[in-house]
C-alpha cells in the first residue's frame, strides 16, 4: 500500500486489505490516497469469505506478472472467497502459504513469503531471504490433478455452488461428510506427503472448510455429485470414481440426490 510505484487506477478494487477498517483510515490519511484509493475491507457477513487466518492462497504466476510489469507482488480481493481455489488465467490451482502457527494467524504477513523469491524480493523492495522458506512451505497447485473439464467452466461451478447457497455444497461442507472429502483428496493427489497436517489448521474459527486442499475436494464433491445427479460428463475422472464405489460417498450422493428432489417437487 505504501509501494511508490504503486499506480492505484491499476489496483484498487482488486486488492485484500486483510485488514481493520481503522487500518484503513490510517492508510487513508497517510498515502493521501484517499478513500477511492484503498481497497475496502471484505465483509465476513454471509460466510463468502474466508476467515483472516485462513486466507493464505495466492498464485505464483500472477507475482510474476506484477513483477515483471514493475509492480509488488499483491493480494488479490478474488483469493479470499471460499470458492477461490484456482487461477482461470494461467489455469492452474492456487497454492497456499503455512498457517501463521497451528492456533492460525490473526493477521498475514507476505513478505517473509515474497523474500524466498529473487524476483519476488526485488520488485517488493525486500531483500532476498531463502532462510524464510518454512512461510511458503504449504500447498503447491501442482501436488492436486487438473480437472478433466475447461479451467473456466470448472471455477464458474464452483462460483455459482457459493453464490446460491446450494444445498449439495452445505451438505458436502458439513463435519460429517469430512471422511468422503478426505477420501477424494486422497485420489486427486499427486503428492501424498502434505506439509500442513490437521494439527497445523487449529486456531480457524469456522467450522467450514479454509485450507485450501479441503475447499478443493469439498467444492469438487459437489460438483461431481450435481453433474452426476443431472446426467452430466465428470469434471474429475477420479472424484467420480470414488462417488461411485465408497460407501460413505455413494450415501452422501442419495442424500443429496433425495434433498434436491423435495425440493423440487
Known sequence: MLDPNRIPPAWGENEDL????????????????????IPP????????????SARLTYCP??????????????????????????CTKHETWLNARRPGSQFGSEVNGWAPVWQTNSTWA????????????PFVAGFEGETILRPTCKWACLDAEFQAL?????????LVSRPESYGVRAHVREAIEVALTPRVTDRD???YRSAEPGWIA????????AVEI??????????????????EDDESAKQLVWECWGHMRRNHS
Open 162 to 170: 457459493v453464490r446460491e447457497k446450494a444445498l449439495i455444497l452445505q
Open 18 to 37: 486483510d485488514a481493520s477498517n481503522d487500518m484503513r483510515q490510517l492508510l487513508v490519511s497517510s498515502t493521501g490516497l484517499g478513500e477511492n484509493g
Open 61 to 86: 504466476k500472477c507475482w510474476f506478472e506484477d513483477a515483471e510489469n514493475g509492480r509488488a507482488p499483491y493480494i488479490r480481493y478474488q483469493w479470499s472467497s471460499r470458492s477461490s481455489v484456482l
Open 122 to 133: 526485488s520488485a517488493a523492495c525486500l531483500r532476498h531471504d531463502p532462510a524464510l522458506e
Open 214 to 221: 479441503d475447499r478443493i475436494s469439498c467444492l469438487s464433491v
Open 201 to 203: 489448521l487449529r486456531g
Open 41 to 52: 475491507v471484505l465483509p465476513m457477513s454471509g460466510g463468502q469469505f474466508l476467515d483472516v
Open 226 to 243: 450435481r453433474r452426476m445427479i443431472m446426467g452430466s460428463e465428470p469434471a474429475f475422472e477420479r472424484v467420480r470414481t470414488v462417488l
